[in-house]
């Protein structure tokens, strides 16, 4: 297809209708009783009339082959040049199976899984015809009570970048017309996690040094890796919606970032504009976008309804128009659709591929390596033996899955009580109630009082986190914590297994449990993996990657915060004057990097050196594992900049490796520092490596001790950095 002489022959109405988003309804034949109120209503508000219905480019919201063949074969009927729809939804952590959230996932710290998670869930939505997931979604996030925190990978930004190209790598493979493929949408442009107060959609602002340095590399990671799309965000940053910033969208993004996928706003974010007062009207929302540089309207009827005017009145320019239709049909035609618009839908492998045994497999060990032991006082594992009482309404609960569950359906998730049964283990059962109403706690004293251990089930339903899930009090509901007091006057150990979608306050739980095992929302396979972990089938490895707080008062919180001029260990200083809180601790109720093992790891031996005269370092540690069981440890690397020319971080994460180490033998485990790792943005824009001191840390958690100290010589810029990675990677292909 030669796109250019397809955009000669285009209308101008047919190229403002590919810059338009619209639900499956206005399509679906099948569903025509109830289209009507829809699409009689759109119509009305989007301008979208029978006429130029099949001018439109792309569809949010598919979900089945069947659906997607009726719509694309409807379409085609009616489309006057034969250019294919685009079908886009959320495919954020699976499609129909479903696997643990995103911020679950990244406590792997497992980059394969995590390309393997992306891989699965591309090949079931491929089947269900989706052409692009919007994912990954890779805002940094440092404060719970965001309800997107689930959606998020945490809060460090290079793990998060990292992550993020494991998701694209996975979505898109490195042949995007593979019928198994999807283009990634990265999500949201920019800084969307930052919301002050956690309240969703609510203002970022920050200096330009911070967003830069924190909060824009893992987007441009993603679409290093290949992304093909960016949506925009709903918040402004610095006084301007992201969806109207020509600073993010053309400054950065284009111009520096070179990108030239597709960009996407939020659902009707355009429309927003209005709101966040920076337009009167929809038409000057839509020019705003437009001009800001956002390519496709998502459902706010801006550019289908006032382009066409705009352009005619000179008031939009037509190339404007021209480049970006120009970008959405090089992705149709990468995707493959002109040569096969049915490109992937496949009904039958649906049937088959959807919830396969392999794809429930991944997402049964996902979800083993997603849990994170908080706490364990020689309790854990549990012996099949031990006469178990069963309580808590996550007993039963099939709401698992947590928000953007795609298509998955609560009613084939695992709950722990059915894998219980699956593995015949036998216990007594205190009828539960649904997740956020009262329990009867009576009737579970007296189940525990037959017991020898408590098996406690409590969490979050899944509402109370996810997009517009924000919350002020992040502990468990009310009526959980006096059940867990209740229960722990009994005596009798007691172990947690929590059901969440961000970091919660836990010091009510943590005292009154012998253990807690954080499970997050696991996906399809939770209670067989929870089960496994419970009982010593698996050993937990996960560790967090975001902070939890000892209270929602401490946030927002990051590991990898600055020094203060009054640090509370400063000597000397009147205790008074120094940088804390009166009533609560300054750091984590469990770091970041955090999480325990039924081993025990220990660190020795850290060693470092230079390499010649490159400025690249050699690490290495020894780890032990003390126990007496074969386990994987995260080991962690992070570096400190203690004098530089801004304050840096106290440490940062800039290594990891998930090394086995069998029971008493011991595991050297190596680590490599260049120059790259030691520069950060400096306060005139440029990045550099200051020559000087820096400390090296190694451990199992971010607030690990072991460290070293080693010397940058000479001063070195990000450009020069590259410019000798260049030489030298030319230098050997030769
Ligand atoms: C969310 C996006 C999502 C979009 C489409 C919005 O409300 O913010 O993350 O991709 O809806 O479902």
Redesign the pocket.
């Known amino acids: 297809m030669n796109i250019e002489s397809l955009l000669e022959q285009m209308t101008l109405q047919e190229k403002i209708g590919q810059l338009v988003q619209i639900l499956p309804s206005v399509y679906d034949p099948q569903t025509s009783d109830t289209v009507t109120g829809p699409v009689a209503q759109l119509m009305e508000e989007s301008g979208l009339t029978e006429e130029n219905r099949f001018e439109l480019g792309s569809v949010?919201?598919i979900n089945q082959a069947e659906q997607a063949l009726r719509i694309q074969q409807n379409y085609l009927k009616h489309n006057r040049l034969g250019i294919p729809l685009l079908f886009m939804?959320?495919i954020v952590h699976g499609h129909r199976t479903i696997y643990p959230v995103p911020l679950a996932l990244a406590s792997m710290w497992d980059i394969s899984e995590m390309e393997l998670m992306a891989r699965q869930s591309a090949i079931e939505a491929a089947a269900s015809g989706l052409h692009v997931t919007?994912s990954p979604?890779v805002d940094l996030v440092r404060d719970a009570r965001w309800g997107r925190v689930m959606?998020s990978t945490g809060e460090d930004v290079w793990l998060n970048g990292e992550y993020a190209k494991a998701f694209v790598r996975g979505y898109q493979t490195d042949d995007l017309t593979r019928s198994d493929s999807l283009a990634a949408?990265v999500?949201?442009f920019a800084a969307y996690g930052a919301a002050e107060g956690g309240r969703d959609y609510n203002t970022v602002d920050m200096s330009d040094r911070e967003l830069r340095e924190f909060y824009l590399p893992a987007y441009l990671k993603a679409i290093e890796a290949g992304a093909r799309l960016i949506?925009t965000s709903?918040n402004v940053v610095d006084g301007v919606p992201a969806t109207a910033s020509t600073y993010l969208l053309r400054q950065i993004l284009r111009n520096e970032w070179q990108f030239d996928g597709v960009t996407i706003s939020?659902?009707s974010s355009i429309k927003e504009l209005i709101q966040h007062g920076v337009a009167g009207s929809l038409a000057e929302a839509g020019e705003k976008g437009i001009k800001a540089g956002v390519d496709i309207d998502?459902m706010s009827g801006a550019y289908l309804n006032h382009l066409e005017q705009q352009i005619e009145e000179h008031v939009v320019s037509i190339d404007l128009v021209d480049e970006a239709v120009r970008r959405i049909l090089i992705l149709k035609q990468d995707l493959g659709l002109f040569e096969n618009p049915y490109r992937g839908i496949d009904p039958e492998l649906e049937k088959r591929i959807h919830l396969s045994k392999e794809h429930r497999d991944t997402a049964r060990r996902l979800a083993e390596k997603s849990c994170v032991l908080l706490k364990n006082d020689h309790i854990l594992p549990l012996a099949e033996s031990q006469r178990i009482a069963l309580i808590g309404p996550f007993a039963t609960s099939t709401d698992v899955l947590g928000p953007w569950a795609g298509s998955g359906k609560q009613e084939e998730a695992i709950t722990v009580r059915d894998a219980l049964d699956e593995a015949n283990i036998k216990y007594v059962f205190a009828e539960g109630s649904t997740v956020d109403a009262e329990i009867d706690w009576d009737q579970a004293m007296e189940v525990a009082k037959q017991a020898e251990v408590i098996l406690l089930a409590l969490g979050e339903a899944s509402w109370m986190s996810g997009?517009a899930g924000s919350r002020t009090d992040i502990r468990l509901p009310k009526t959980q914590r006096e059940g867990l007091a209740r229960l722990a006057t009994l005596g009798k150990p007691i172990v947690t297994v929590l059901f969440n979608g961000r970091p919660l306050d836990l010091r009510e739980v943590v005292e009154h449990s012998d253990a807690v095992l954080e499970a997050w929302y696991p996906g399809t396979e939770a209670g067989r993996a929870i089960h496994r972990l419970l009982f010593g089938h698996a050993i937990p490895s996960g560790k967090l990657t975001i902070s939890f707080p000892y209270h929602v008062g401490q946030l927002p919180m990051r590991y990898d915060a600055l020094p203060t001029g009054r640090p509370m260990t400063i000597e000397g200083a009147d205790p008074r004057y120094t940088s804390k809180y009166l009533d609560a601790p300054n750091e984590a109720l469990f770091p970041f990097g955090y999480g325990l093992s039924y081993t025990h790891f220990s660190y020795s031996q850290l060693t470092l050196c230079e390499q010649s005269k490159e400025s690249i370092w050699e690490a290495s540690v020894l780890v032990t594992n003390e126990g007496t069981l074969d386990a994987e440890e995260i080991v962690q690397w992070y570096v400190q900049d203690p004098v530089a020319d801004v304050s840096r971080p106290l440490r940062q994460l800039k290594g990891y490796e998930r090394v086995f180490v069998k029971a008493g033998s011991n595991r050297e485990v190596t680590f490599r520092i260049d120059a790259s790792m030691l520069m950060y943005q400096h306060p005139d824009g440029s990045v550099k490596a200051d020559a000087g001191e820096f400390i090296l840390y190694a451990g199992s958690d971010s607030t690990c001790t072991l460290h070293e100290t080693f010397w940058l010589k000479q001063t070195i810029e990000k450009e020069q950095f590259d410019e000798h990675i260049n030489d030298r990677s030319t230098s050997t292909t030769r």
């Open positions: 949010i919201g939804a959320d919007f979604m959606e949408c999500k949201h949506m709903f939020d659902w998502m997009e």
